[in-house]
Nanobody
Framework: QVQLVESGGGLVQAGGSLRLSCAAS????????VGWFRQAPGKDREFVAT????????KYADSVKGRFTISRDNVKNTVYLEMNSLKPEDTAVYYC????????????????????WGQGTQVTVSS
């Protein structure tokens, strides 16, 4: 089992920045990749970014490329999502998720590959 806890959400004005953290515990040695997803009210949960635990591969959704940066600290077992130039449409609950499956980065934008999820952290961007 892998446990995930997100933190760092909050209220920020458009153009501002936030850094989210996802702390992993439990069988972290089995984690292959960690991703961030988000869900706005009335919408499906969508992919934001993912990183292989080795750090060798990273993938972003087109909507956040150039604004968000995903990174990890293997010593702290933590994955970060640095969010800059925030827009009101970035408002959502942000979830981190982990997979222990060794799969191509190509498919790691799909929720089905992630077995472990955090409880989510709210990000609100005001205009």
């Amino acid at each position: 089992q892998v446990q995930l806890v997100e933190s760092g959400g909050g209220l920020v004005q458009a153009g501002g920045s936030l850094r989210l953290s996802c702390a992993a515990s439990g069988r972290t040695f089995s984690v292959y990749a960690v991703g961030w997803f988000r869900q706005a009210p009335g919408k499906d949960r969508e992919f934001v970014a993912t990183i292989e635990w080795s750090g060798s591969s990273i993938k972003y959704a087109d909507s956040v490329k150039g604004r968000f940066t995903i990174s990890r600290d293997n010593v702290k077992n933590t994955v970060y999502l640095e969010m800059n130039s925030l827009k009101p449409e970035d408002t959502a609950v942000y979830y981190c998720a982990a997979t222990t499956k060794t799969v191509s980065i190509v498919v790691l934008n799909l929720r089905a590959f992630y077995a472990y999820w955090g409880q989510g952290t709210q990000v609100t961007v005001s205009s």
